[in-house]
């Protein structure tokens, strides 16, 4: 059987490590057949938006694609490419698991937790007015006419939360748990100040939690979650929490394991599913065989499992994990002293996991 996939090199480290990541997919001896996609500034250097329809369509089409980091411009220039392709296939879930390896430069050892970040709402709507606009000064009167105040030059980014959108990310989150065995779901929040809307999140997902008695169910405030996982990450098992704290959490917990170059994830909706690193496009390391190709192969291993070949997906990650454990072949992130001149690029990193594939299937 031929997988086809919609492939998505993005741009930045993009290309680098998502060649690495297809040369280990391929050594396994699964077929695939790649439709490659471009997305970002090359697409509207060349379509005129960042987010083609030829793309959109063959992701519709294979129902899953493989991404690489998109950059997004700061302050001026489109809107997020990644934020627009989530909300346009509804890709609700960002599903990021992060695992301390033994030899990785993690922070704590036995880490192992799931981040399930709800991916459609919240700050992340893109709803926003500058200061000074005719939108940003009649929210301003609205607000002062029911009885609140704000600066009268403010800007503007709305907050929203839906019971629906909850409810979706809760059972997804309850669900994932009960699927792979975990013991508990925690919801993060911060509604002794945001009592409407991360107040309905916390309710809507207490309501969840009551159709699954078996898994245990705890709330907490996103700033003191945030130093118990710095303190104690072994306490933490799947957490489900809004957008803007999911991607916030999600990168802590990538530094608790040991960098952005070891964290993968995935954006599922209800039938397609868009495997991505956690990390960006670091423009600066781009073109260099200098980044850690580990996340984006890892983003792999969780393709290979929503593809339901399990074992083949248990085997790249059992070679990842013995590459790590060996430290020989491993990029500069990974070493002790950043500079140290042992360390190895992004192709070969994708050489020695490829042989690692080859002796673990000998060894089978
Ligand atoms: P970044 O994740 O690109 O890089 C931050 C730092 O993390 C880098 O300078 C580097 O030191 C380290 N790093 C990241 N990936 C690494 C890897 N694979 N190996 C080793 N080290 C790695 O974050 P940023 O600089 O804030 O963002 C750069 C661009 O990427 C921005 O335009 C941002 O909007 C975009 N971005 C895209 C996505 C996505 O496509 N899903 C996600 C996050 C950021």
Partial sequence: MTYTITLIPGDGIGPEVT????????????????????????????????????LLDS??????ALKGPITTPIGTGFRSANVALRKALD???????????QGAPYIHENVDVIVVRENTEDLYLGIECGRNTPEAEKLAVLIEENGNWVNADSSFSI????????????????DYAKAHDRKKVTVV??????????????????????????????????????????????LHDVMVMPNLYGDIVSELCAGLIGGLGLAPGANIGNDISVFEPTHGSAPKYAGQNKVN????MLSGVLMLRHLGEIETADWVENA??????????????????RNDPTAVGTSQVADAVIEKIKELSYAK
């Fill in 159 to 174: 907050k929203a939360i839906s019971p629906s959108a909850t409810r979706r990310i809760a059972e997804y989150a309850f």
């Fill in 189 to 234: 929040h911060k509604a002794n100040i945001l009592k409407e809307t991360d107040g309905l999140f916390l309710s809507i997902t207490t309501e969840v939690a009551k159709d699954y008695p078996d898994i245990e169910f705890e709330s907490h405030m996103v700033d003191s979650m945030c130093s118990q996982l710095v303190r104690s990450p072994q």
């Fill in 320 to 337: 990842i994990a013995q590459v790590i454990a060996e430290g020989k072949y491993v990029t500069y992130d990974m070493k002790a002293d």
């Fill in 91 to 101: 890709l609700y879930v960002c599903l990021r698991p992060c695992k301390s390896y």
């Fill in 59 to 64: 992701i519709r089409k294979n129902k899953i």
């Fill in 293 to 296: 190709p580990m996340a984006m």
């Fill in 19 to 54: 060649n690495a990541t297809v040369r280990v997919l391929e050594a396994t001896g699964i077929k695939f057949k790649w439709e490659k996609a471009i997305a970002g500034q090359e697409a509207q250097d060349k379509y005129g938006t960042p987010l083609p329809n030829d």
